[in-house]
Structures are given as structure tokens and as C-alpha cells.
């Protein structure tokens, strides 16, 4: 099987790290790469690690160029991949990167996004319940935000258990390519070196209503988030410290029984074994998800902690996940557990 | 005004911070300086950023080298501060930068720290309800913990007004110099640069008594708290996000009001213009704290964020001021509330 | 004394460490402060880190504004500083801290800049041979760059000793606020963080005729210089390694005898003792250089190593300092040899 | 085919960049893991990246553990492959990451290393002239060290050209996993985040003399070589800066030319396009090495600068390449040239 692959906004940060798994992706080959103001340049100048396809030269992104083939990534800015997708065939997979298929409640979609809702498509978490079964064959999928993704992973299992009471605490720090490529002054290394900082609080940011949508689906019950992000300065990675209300009775080992029991047959999830916590560097360039869980009795609060990629499992290894399931080919494939570290 | 003063511990992080600060401190005369097992070298070879006092060497941490001076601060591992202290004459002013003498209740000091408890000291936040007037005059000093100090300022005053619940959340990242200078392989520099990584995970991290102990005082009702440290790959500084349910109809102005009110006049609590949040790079180096509030209605939660320097306002700083008051100098007197930034 | 310092370029990095410094400068009372395109804005949005300063609203930066003070520091794009500085009376002393008025063979200036050359001002590098002198009482300044700062002072002592061949190779690395606060996309922290790349490389970066007019002076014949610069993941600093072919027979003693001898006297200049080695993390935040010199026998060069903090001694601290020389105010008034590290 | 591989000393950098690469090596088999003072613990929490071999117990360093494989890595301290290896049987491929076998000449081995020479192996480096031929089949490979491997690659096709004088003067600067995971004062992440400094200077790096030696042979006259190595605040990476005097009438033309004659076939080493610097981001992971070439007129010198991944294509990346090549296998496999990057 040869899946012919074109790449939108190929010069950005998902842009890139979509291209680096699927330059080994051993059933891909890569077509058309598109970018916006960078079109008629070439990939080398933009994305200097991506060495096999430096003489690449980007092109508009348009319905022509990238029609033809079986696959059509967008990583497009937010609101920008509908106009896109609707002149897609119906028979072409398209994995969409940006946020606009996300969200199922047209308000929360226009609330925190500021326009017209585009709708929703499969969401491609499949270790969410019902994840797998919903990519299955189909020709349009959402890739989760990379906190969501984070966040989701952590908390659902305690939440479908009933292991806590449906109100979510949750601090999370991103490295800064989270923040994409754009220059912006307080992105700059002098700014961002040796310096965290917090942004997006006091329920705005707009990974928000994702994350409650995901633990509502979860919880059988509608789940209230409080969410923090924070830049942390770092390239890559995400780590979420994730805390709730512990249900009355509820013993450290029914929490870790029930991460045990929910992730067991996951390639990409690795609770950590007791006393091992996560650290962004073991999954750096990985799609792997290190979780590990602790019952504070005194303060009555189950606390997950998640590792991930946020380019990797967060972005673009999560769509290549989701694209594998979709055209049956082995989850897994062109994916790796293994972080680059130190 | 001259003011001899010894610093025991002189070759860690803590004794540097001091030293830099008492280095351009008007009032002080730097006396004997005392290492472990670093006695008789010059502090150059250690502390090479002190030029003034490269020449300087360092002596076994004795009473007899520890005599004849007005202050002495003691920067040594936790435990050992008690034996040093009680050999020195009670006309001395003793400044103890570690944790011995900070809790109140010889139950948590044992259940945290696992040794006898040695006693209470008057405590050294200024800026707490009464903390000025139990440093006024006193002769020993127990400074805070850098987590503590970040924390307690963050939350006392929602407490102290009754704006919240007494249930805080609160998650933390630490730059590595509050991990101390003693080399262990997860500090390398190969290991945390590009990672973010929990720990003291549960409820376990020595520093959680001591919050409740604060913000208990200030609420006037037990609080409970969730605490997350976190380590970032930036060598100071502390961000915390501290977060507590908000209390029935409490409104964002209210929140505000309270903290406007709370640190009108203080010298190094610096509350942010609505619309800007704390950065650690902003304090680097500096007594200052820099803080900012918001009120999540959706989750119905205040979120207060605090940003100071883990060494300064949180340890050597921090102790700076408390001496001050102490002696009866101006507070501020060698201390600044101006980062070195970017 | 009171001195009235206006700063043109007060949201920028050099203008940002002046104001940091002439914050502590126990002779100065600052006057007007000024932007580009941030005039209207309060300065503590665009440096957070200058508390006492945060309510400063930046003005236009034109002559009316600049009027009326007893220094103007001018930190201004290259090339803008001449039309303001004209405007200016000649009884108020001008520090252009931009490299306008460095450099006094006009055939190099329109070279390597591009424009007519505007001129030569007295040279704000007191530690070369004649270097206080050229300030005494003058009103007008070219502050040094960066690196020449680092490359001169380590260089000058062996060229006018004659222990080297006037050729000079040097590689130096430099922090990344040394590339200004325009936010551009190699400047990212996504980009510069975890990475190490060089730039102007091949004798055209425009600091390299600056180095050659100063060791040639120190030399007393023409110096040649292939410079390389570097871009490192740190927010400040400048490592400059720094060789030349060893004279015939000269001698590791004779070479160390050498800049003993030179900077005896200097306040800011520390040659460390022999086995240790400069490090930037030492010099951050402050005005000293900190020196070290080998003799590598077997290849026949002698190394010196030079380390700064880009912004103070090679940029805004120099500029203090020779601004204390002009006025006949102490050398040090308001500067530090003190690192804030770790 | 397949290959069965045993690791000795696994806990280490060295050890854990082999096996990340060895995981994704389509011939191979990970068989016995050994450590020194980690043997007994689970590779997972020494290596948590390693996701796939979490669970493998490290073995003592014996013959024993290590009989029976058909390849075996040796990552050990300096000065202690010899006696493990001579208890390995002849048929057994042995792949030296230490230093023990990389020089021929016995007297600089005893001056920089200051041990009885071991003796010497087929040099690890196939893109040298004769590289290849030297590999073929062969039983003993020593793999070069990660400075050499940059250095040598930059000048060898300018020394061999006879393009320059054969007198070089490289500054290089390495991440901090170079120099390994032993915990030591000056590498915690405290010390070395924000820092450059150098180490090693006046000819005394031992990787001096394996830079003579490789870059004679390719001038095939004696070269000699300054070499100055600093530390930069990054995990990974190299970027050399290597620099002669241009030979009479050598032309900028002239040197990119021999580059892209002798790199033409290479499928690591990638000429930038003219205009295009190195970064080490780009490779980081890889074994790619990036390069470009600058010629000075004014400064009448040669510049070229590398950047390599020094656990990849500098220690790991290169001995998996010359174990292929060895064996037999197409020298590319298991090994990629692209980088994680951002």
C-alpha cells in the first residue's frame, strides 16, 4: 500500500513535525507541501532538519495542488481548514491539525474562537472510549489540541471510574513551539530563557471547552475544568498536573487499578511504575503519553500527572495515529515510543 | 551603623545569594565566612560571581569562628542549624535559612522532616497579618521556605477577606538552584535543560505544612492544601498558580480590591495592572513578587499567581529584610525590587 | 550632584539595562524616556522587570522631549542617532550606545553599514591604553560594541606587549539579547533554545573593523581579524576564545606577566587565577571582565578567554562608566563587579 | 539477518543513545544490557525514554553476560574496553565508544591519557579517505570521539585540496552530554543553564591529538591544531568552527568545490546551500552533519563550520554506521539524517 500524502502550511511547526514522521512512514510517500506567505520557497531554507526533502519547493495552498492525493494534512491557522476541506473530495482523508472540527457545541466554538462554528468531525484521541471505533474508515478527522490531549489522558479514566467528583484543577507548562512560528516579542529566546510564565488564565484559553468536553464524555456528567497554562522555557513538551476532588472512600489503589486497567492494551500510554514520575525529555520527539497518579489523603485530591510531546502525540504524531487507524493500517506504524534524550 | 556579620555555608546557593546581597548593603561588614567541605578554600574557586571576596577562605563552621559578629546567617542542611545557634550568645541576631525553626507543630516537623523538633523562631514574612511586629527586636529569624514564601503571599489575603474556601490547589515550578549545588545525576544540566518534571508528589514536599500554617493563620480556620512542585529548566525563580474555590458571589472587583488593599504599602509586592501576568525572568535577582488575580466563573475559581526569585525574595532576600526590621534599619535597606532582565 | 539622564530607546534591551542601572546610580534622576513605535506606552508593559519605573509613559523621541537633561543616552537603531544627537546642545553629554560614531576610517563605515558616515566621538573603552583620557570632560561618547568590548580588552594587553603576530583569529559566543527585542523567526526561543549556530560568518559581521581599529592601535601596526560569531542559548552574555600566533620564544610567565601588569589597576577587569576559567554566568548582570590566558606550546598560539555580560560592560554598563569619567564622578559610581549567578 | 547485540554499560549517555538507535534497527536484536555500579536496577529508571526495554535488569560487565552475541558495544569509562574486549572472542564484532583504541601513535596516547597505549583499531569514521576500506569485515572498530568527528569532517577536504596552510584553529562548542552523567558540580543544569565557558584549553583537550592524526593523514603532512572546546547550555550537540590559513590564490569557489566533490556520495554530511549556516537543532537526533564553507579575503582565512549531534553521528549514530558497514549491511540502516527540530 502507497498512501500519497500533501502536507498544508508546511512551514510551520505541526507542519514540519507531520513531515518528519511521515518521511518514516514506510507506507507514505509525500506529494504536494503548501505554505502561506513562504510559497515559492524552498522546505531546506524553512525547515533545515527535514535534509530529504530540502529542495522541496512550497507551493500555494490551494484545491489544485492538492488534489490527488489519498491524504490531505491541514496545518492551517484557526478558521482557515474549512474553506479548505470543502473543495476536498469526499473520497480524500482529511486529517485536520487546526482546532475548527473540534468542539460538538456550536456556542463553546463560537465563544471562545470569535466566529462562525465550521462543525464537528471524529476526534482523533483513540484511547478515549469509543476513540478507536469512531476513526474507523473515515475520511475526516479533527486532531485534539495538545493540552486536550494531555489533560484527557489523564483525568478520563478517573472520571469514567467515579473515582472523583466532577470539578478538574489543572496547571499544565508547554515549551514554547506550542506557540507556533510566528514571531511575536514575547516568544523571543531573550524573553522566553530562564523565565516561566502564565497565560490565557482564568478559564479563557481556548483548549479550554475541549478538555470539558472530553471529561464530560468521560464522567457520564458534566465535568467543570479550571485550567492554567503555562510557557515553559523549553522547546517541546507538555507537562499537565492534573488534580480532583477524591470520591469518599476512594484508596490509592483503586486509582492506580483503574489507569492499570484502562491503558494496559495502549501502544502509546505507559503508566510509570510507582515512584517514577514523568519528565517532558523521556518522550521528547515521541508519541508516547507517560502518566502517573497519587492520592493525597490529607488534602483529598487525586493528582495525574502527564508527559507528552506536544509536537509529537499533541499534534502531529496523535493525526498520524489517527490517519493510520482510519485507513486500516496498523496504529502504530511510522510511530515510536522512544523519546530522544537527554 | 555598622553591622559585622558571618555567613555559615558560605559556598552553597544560599550563602552566595546573601553574600551578593550583603555586598552591596551599606550597613554590613562581611566577617568570617564558613564552608563544609569546602573549609579552607578561597570563595573564588566556588562563588566565582562574589569578586569582592574572591580571595576570601573559607573556615570550619565552629562557634569560635562564628563569635565576635552581629549577625550570623546560617545557610546549612536542614537539621544542623540547632546545634550551631545554641553556642551562639543571645545577643546575637541569628538568621536561619533553613527549615528548622519555621513550624509551630513538632508533629508536622516530624512527620516531614523525621527528627526531633527543635523549637519555633519568629518567622520571617514581613508581609504576613503581625509579621513585622514579631521581627521587630528579635534575635532569631526563621526565613521562610521559597515555596512558602511565594505561596502564603499569593493566598493570604483571599483567605485573610474570606473570598475563598479553605481548600487550596496550588502547583508550582522551581528553577534548579532551589534543589541546592550538592550534584545528583536528575539535576545535571543534561537532564533538566528541556525538561519539566513533578515531585514531592502527594502531599509528601516538605514545604506543605508550612503553607497550612500560613494561610491557616490568615483564614482563622484550618486550610487545606493540594501542593505540586514542579522542577523548570531555568536556573531561579519560582511561578506558583494557586488556586482556591471562590466563596458564594464573590466578584473579580472584590478579589482585586482585596489585594490592592492588602499590598498597597509594601515595599516589594508588586500587584500587575489587570492584563499582565507575573514572569520569573521579571524578578530575576530581585526582592520583588510579582502577582496577579483572576476569577474563573465558569469554574467558580480564584487563580492567584505569584512570581519571585527562589534565592532572593524566597531565601536570601528575603532574610536580608527580615534582618533589617530586626536591627531596626530601613526594610529595604541593600535590596531591590529590579529584575535583571531579559 | 544631580544628574538630569534622558534614555531615547527606553523599550529596548540596551535601553532597558541603562535604566536598570542609572536606577542604582546614586548621582542620577531620570528624566524623559522614550520609544519608537511603543511611544503612549507605559514602560512596565514592555519591561516588567523596572518596578520603580512601571507608571512611565514613553514619549516620542524627538528634541523638545530630549531637551533639558544633563545626558541623553541614545539606543537607537543603527544609524538614527546622528540626526538626534545634533539637535542636542553641545553642553549635554551624549552616550550612543548605537555604533554611529565607533568607527574612524569612513571607507570602513560605508562597508560594512551601508550609509555616509557621520562622524568619530571620544571612545567609551576606558581600559585601553589612553581609553580615560579620550573621556575626561568630553560630551560626546560611542559606546563600544559588544564584542569588540570582549575581543579588545583580551586581546589589546598581548598586541601592545608584542607577544603575538598581528593575526588574530576569535570565536566568540554571544547570548541572544545581543540581537535586539525585534522580534524576528530565528530568534524564537523555539528556535535558539537546545541550539548552538553561527552568523556573519567570513569577516562580515560589523564589528569586525571595530576590533581591527583597536588592536591595531594597541599593536601599533595593522591587525588582522577573521572574527566568527555565534548565537548560544542564553539570554545574555559574550564568550570570546580569542588567539594569536605566539611571538618567538615568548614564554607562558611572560604572556601572564603581561596582563597582570595591564589591568593591576582596573576595577572592572579580573584575570582569574591560573586553572580557572571564565564562565558567563559569573559576569551576568554585572560590569566585570573576567580574563584567563594559556600558551599552547605544541601549536604554538597564545588563547585568551574573555568573559561579559553583552548589556552591561559591553553595552550599557561601559556607557555608564565612561558617562562617570566625562562627568568627573567615581569610575564605579552605580556599576558592580558582582554576577548574580547561579 | 539477524544481528544480536549486547551493550555494555547501558545506564549511560553513550549506552542510552545505542540502544535508541539499535530499537529502531530493522537487524537487530538487543540482547544483554550491562552497567557498572547500576547493574541489578530496571533500565526504566535509569533511561525512561526507552520505553521498549523499560523493563530489562542491567547485568554485571562480565564475559560472561556478554558471550553469545554477534556485536558487542562497549560504553565504558576510558581505559577499560581493553580488558573486556581481549575476553571476547575474535568472530565477535566489538565496537569501542570509549577512546582506548582510536590512536596510533603510543606516545600521544600516554601524554593525554596518561595509561599504557592498548593498542589500535580500524578508525570509526567511513567518510575519511579510505574510511570505508578500513571497515570492511572488520572484527574491531574504534569509534571516533565526538570532536573529532565534527573537526575532521570540516577540514579533512580542505587539507586534503591542499586549500590551506596546515596550521588550524577551531573553537567548538558541545552540549552538556558530553561530558557524561556522572553528576559533578560544574555540570548541574543550576551551573551550566545560561553559561558558556571553556574547559580544556592551551592544547590539552585529549581530542587533540585524534584531530592531528586525522587531519595529517588527509594533508599527508604534519597538521597542527589549536583546538579550544567550550560548554554551551544545550543537552546535544556540536558546532565547530574550524578555520586556516588559505593556501596563495585559493579561491571561495575553489573551497566550495572540493566540499561538494568529496561530499558528493556522502549520505550523512550535507553542504548547505550557499547563504545557509549550520544550526545544531537541525541535527539533533541525526547523524546528519551539516556543514558550510566561508573564505575570508580580508582575514586571508578558510572558515568552515559543522554541526553534529554529539550523541548521534559524534559517538552513537557513527559507531551504528561503521557496525553496518562492517557487517555488511546497507550503511544507512537504522540511521537517519533527520533532526528533531524544533
Known amino acids: ?62 484545491a489544485e495542488v492538492l488534489a490527488g492525493h489519498d491524504v490531505v494534512f491541514l496545518a492551517l491557522p484557526h478558521g482557515q481548514s474549512a474553506a479548505v476541506a470543502e473543495q476536498l473530495g469526499d473520497d480524500v482523508l482529511v486529517v485536520d491539525m487546526g482546532a475548527d472540527f473540534r468542539l460538538k457545541n456550536p456556542a463553546d466554538w463560537e465563544r471562545f474562537y470569535g ?83 502564565p497565560y490565557g488564565v482564568g478559564g479563557v484559553h481556548r483548549h479550554t471547552p475541549e478538555m470539558i468536553q472530553n471529561l464530560s464524555a468521560a464522567a457520564g456528567e458534566p465535568v467543570s475544568v479550571s485550567f492554567t497554562p503555562t510557557l515553559a522555557p523549553m522547546p517541546r513538551g507538555i507537562l499537565a498536573t492534573c488534580t480532583a476532588k477524591a470520591g469518599p472512600g476512594v484508596t490509592a489503589a483503586e486509582v492506580r487499578a483503574a489507569y492499570e486497567k484502562a491503558y494496559a492494551d495502549e501502544p502509546f500510554v505507559h503508566l510509570l511504575p510507582e515512584g517514577q514520575w514523568p519528565a517532558t525529555a523521556a518522550v521528547f520527539g515521541s508519541n508516547a503519553v507517560h502518566l502517573q497518579v497519587a492520592l493525597d489523603e490529607a488534602a483529598g485530591r487525586v493528582i495525574v500527572i502527564s508527559a507528552i510531546d506536544n509536537l509529537t502525540k499533541g499534534t502531529a504524531g496523535g493525526a498520524v495515529q489517527s490517519m493510520n487507524i482510519a485507513l486500516g493500517l496498523p496504529e502504530a506504524t511510522g510511530l515510536s515510543t522512544i523519546g530522544v534524550a537527554p
Open 115 to 197: 466566529s462562525p462554528h465550521a462543525g464537528t468531525w471524529p476526534y482523533g484521541l483513540p484511547e478515549l472510549p469509543g476513540g478507536r471505533a469512531a476513526l474507523a474508515g473515515t475520511k475526516r478527522i479533527a486532531v485534539p489540541g495538545c493540552y486536550p490531549t494531555a489533560v484527557s489522558l489523564a483525568l478520563a479514566p478517573a472520571c469514567a471510574a467515579a473515582l472523583v467528583e466532577p470539578e478538574a484543577v489543572i496547571v499544565a507548562a508547554s515549551g514554547t513551539s506550542g506557540a507556533g512560528k510566528s514571531p511575536k516579542p514575547h516568544l523571543l529566546g531573550s524573553e522566553v530563557m530562564g523565565s516561566m510564565s
Open 1 to 62: 500500500m502507497t498512501v500519497r500524502v500533501a502536507v498544508a502550511g508546511a512551514s510551520g511547526y505541526a507542519g514540519g513535525e507531520v513531515l518528519r514522521l511521515l518521511l518514516g512512514h514506510p507506507e507514505v510517500e509525500i506529494g504536494a507541501l503548501t505554505g502561506g506567505s513562504n510559497a515559492g520557497q524552498v522546505l531546506g531554507a524553512l525547515q533545515p532538519h527535514l535534509v530529504p526533502l530540502a529542495g522541496r519547493v512550497l507551493q500555494e495552498t490551494t
